[in-house]
Nanobody, 119 residues
Framework: QVQLVESGGGLVQPGGSLRLSCAASGSIVSINGMGWYRQGPGKQRELVASITSGGGTDYAGSVKGRFTISRDNVKNTVYLQMNSLKPEDTAVYYC?????????????WGQGAQVTVSS
């Protein structure tokens, strides 16, 4: 079994910062790509940022220059540093990892972390 546990969400004022963490645990052999999606009120889920096992990154245009994704391959953890937050960043943020276990490879998801940007 594999679990992804998120932490770091909360309420922040516009212009503020938050850091999300997502730690994977269980019978993990290795982790390929990891990343973050978000789903705002009344919106479809969208990809925010992704990172390969080698550290290559990609960002949605709406967050480029404000958000930074990183990962610690020893701790099996992915991070999302969010700066200059805007009200439109309000959403539930979900982490994912494409994880190799004994015999299988597949996508696993975190439980979601609420991020609210409001004054």
């Amino acid at each position: 079994q594999v679990q992804l546990v998120e932490s770091g969400g909360g309420l922040v004022q516009p212009g503020g910062s938050l850091r999300l963490s997502c730690a994977a645990s269980g019978s993990i052999v290795s982790i390929n790509g990891m990343g973050w999606y978000r789903q705002g009120p009344g919106k479809q889920r969208e990809l925010v940022a992704s990172i390969t096992s080698g550290g290559g990154t990609d960002y949605a245009g709406s967050v480029k220059g404000r958000f930074t994704i990183s990962r610690d391959n020893v701790k099996n953890t992915v991070y999302l540093q969010m700066n200059s937050l805007k009200p439109e960043d309000t959403a539930v943020y979900y982490c994912y990892g494409n994880i190799v276990t004994l015999g299988t490879t597949g996508d696993h998801w975190g439980q979601g972390a609420q991020v609210t940007v409001s004054s």
